[in-house]
């Protein structure tokens, strides 16, 4: 089992959203089993369905809050990830997939690369200063800071939840679909499209928070399987910079 306080094998639904629940305990809602059903992965797949369903950042009209105001925390890695400046006490960081960099690396940091850029770019250097595979997570000090609004963590996912993403490195787009559940830590969604380059993404809630981080794809092309990341719970669990107050149950 990874390190970290681990997401449980039961999502239960409450509200209008989704919380997670000890295996055993007293289910307020319907529940969903996920554990034997998605154990499975594979990098290769990652598409949900026949067609990309990505849409421009700046066309973007969705239901995700705030997604004008997180859209701006996205970056570029390298050309060939995804990471998002997140808020912790310590001060703001990159965070992307741990399978992305190497600790120690320098990185080139891209931000505001876009359809129709809505702000000035800024491209900058990082050090990573934190990287594991399980939980698979970095975390990137910047030389630079840009002027945008650093992303919360949440411990709560929310029925839908979407990823805004550089897929194959293009310019910035939002996929949405619906959480699938939770197990072991990570958290899994469909009916929302990721590609290579989209790994490190941040998953956010309808509420405009983090709640995991993109790692892996299992989706089809006939819509079948999920794709997901880890929580930002057991990343916080496993970080030695980041503290419990920077996650919040919202």
């Known amino acids: ?42 990098i290769l797949r ?19 809050a705030d997604a004008q105001i997180r859209e701006d925390a996205v970056a570029l ?3 060939s990830c995804t990471g998002t400046l997140i808020a912790a006490a310590a001060g703001p960081v990159v965070i992307t997939a741990g399978h992305c960099v190497g600790l120690g ?14 702000g000035d770019p800024l491209v900058t250097n990082g050090m990573v200063i934190e990287q594991a595979t399980e939980p698979d997570y970095a975390l990137i000090k910047l030389d630079a800071l840009p002027q945008v609004t650093p992303t919360p963590l949440t411990s709560r996912p929310t029925d839908r939840v979407a990823v ?14 619906t959480l699938a559940g939770a197990c072991n830590d990570q958290v899994y969604y469909s009916d929302l499209d990721t590609l290579v380059g989209s790994s490190g993404a941040g998953v956010l809630t309808s509420n405009g928070y983090l709640v995991a981080v ?19 719970a057991a990343i916080v669990a496993a970080s030695a910079y980041l503290q419990a107050a920077d996650i919040a149950d919202r």
Not at 105 to 118: G, K, M, R, V
Request: charged share 20%.
């Open 1 to 42: 089992m990874p390190r970290g306080v681990s997401f449980v094998r039961t999502a239960v639904l409450l509200g209008s959203g989704l919380a997670l629940a000890a295996c055993g305990g007293d289910p307020k809602g319907p529940t969903m089993e996920i554990c034997t059903e998605l154990q499975a992965s594979s």
């Open 46 to 64: 990652s598409q949900c369905g026949p067609s990309e369903d990505f849409t421009p950042i700046n066309s973007y009209r969705g239901a995700i």
């Open 77 to 79: 890695i390298n050309g």
């Open 105 to 118: 690396d320098t990185d080139l940091i891209a931000f505001n690369y876009e359809d129709q850029p809505d």
């Open 164 to 177: 805004i993403q550089h897929p194959r490195g293009r310019p910035k787009v939002i996929a949405e679909g």
């Open 214 to 232: 993109h790692t892996d794809g299992d989706c089809a092309a006939d819509g079948s399987g999920t794709n997901r990341g880890w929580s930002s």
